[in-house]
């Protein structure tokens, strides 16, 4: 299937997933991820217990940010570039599409850096919740040390790889490599990174609200999205997305040629097809994240016919509607 960058064709989000047993997702398991991402483009990674906590932490940060006020959240949202470039990626911080999503966005820096980050919020019985930017930079740090090894292993030369990604530290990741500002305590940054210096990836989390109400009444009420986010491609070299609480991301296999129902399927198997219901206490799917390639993969191709270089390709992915918010 060909797909335009910037594009976003008619059956954007309209084809129907192919059902798929939970054969597959045994398959998906149990296949090396090298071999999935070469052949399907996107892999199903087990994640370690320090990623799973620091992503655990994160997400309880995020859910109580999300509750505040539009007033509250928008002193976090960061203009980093020129408005008039109309980079996707030109905020740090919050922003929001109405109707549809909010979405927060971090980027990695070193000393110096003014980029803003939430901190801790009271919790229900008077304690502290995690801090949300600190240990949303935990979690972007080793994620990134993940994905950064496996491109280093699907293409085969980490020279590579070092030479068109943010510089990184080979040591263990530590939670003391991140670092809530003195001076300003909306600010927090990483030793991990040379001082001044900010990262070219980034982490997400978005909050889709999952509004899909159709008005017969008047029909220009309606809400205009037919997914939570249609078929697309991201822009960086790899992305990972922990399996979500409330499972929407549909993947197009490269090697089967259709979309697939990931994360629901994952879920099915992880719980033995006994769904969790909201306010559910299980995270195992929590060990597990989809990793794929985005646009970047293109500077991971031959360079000439005769290079031994694999040709790999961006995985088109999308946010099916769902039972709940996600």
């Given at each position: ?86 980079s996707p990626n ?42 949300l930017g600190l ?34 530290s080979p040591l ?155």
């Amino acid at each position: 299937m060909d797909f335009e960058l910037g594009a976003q064709p008619d059956w954007a989000g309209m084809e129907e997933c192919t059902e798929k047993g939970l054969e597959f997702v045994t398959e998906l398991m149990q296949e090396d991820p090298i071999e999935s991402l070469t052949t399907r483009g996107y892999a199903i990674v087990r994640i370690d217990p320090e990623v799973t906590k620091a992503y655990s932490d994160f997400h309880e940060a995020y859910e109580i940010f999300s509750q505040q006020s539009l007033a509250f959240k928008t002193t976090y949202a960061d203009v980093q570039f020129d408005k008039a470039s109309h980079s996707p990626n030109q905020f740090h911080g919050f922003s929001m599409l109405r109707g549809l999503k909010e979405q927060l966005m971090f980027r990695l820096s070193g000393k110096d850096c003014s980029l803003k980050a939430p901190g801790s919020f009271p919790r229900p019985d008077g304690s502290l919740s995690p801090d949300l930017g600190l240990s949303a930079l935990e979690l972007y740090q080793r994620m990134e040390l993940v994905c950064r090894d496996l491109a280093s292993r699907a293409c085969g030369d980490p020279t590579i790889i070092n030479g068109i990604l943010d510089p990184s530290s080979p040591l263990p990741v530590s939670p003391k490599d991140f670092v809530r500002s003195d001076a300003e305590q909306d600010v927090c940054w990483t030793k991990r990174l040379p001082d001044g210096y900010i990262s070219s990836s980034i982490i997400d989390c978005f909050h889709y609200f999952n509004a899909f109400e159709e008005h017969e009444a008047d029909p220009k009420e309606t809400v205009r999205f037919h997914n939570n986010h249609s078929a697309h491609t991201d822009s960086g070299l790899l992305t990972s997305v922990i399996v979500t609480d409330e499972p929407g991301l549909e993947v197009f296999d490269e090697k089967l040629q259709c979309w697939i129902a990931l994360e629901t399927l994952l879920h099915r198997y992880i719980y033995k097809d006994q769904p969790r219901e909201k306010g559910d206490k299980r995270f195992d799917h929590r060990e597990w994240a989809t990793i794929f390639w985005g646009d970047s993969v293109s500077y991971l191709g031959p360079s000439s016919p005769s290079s031994s270089l694999r040709k790999f390709k961006a995985c088109l992915h999308r946010v099916a509607r769902c039972p709940q918010e996600r």
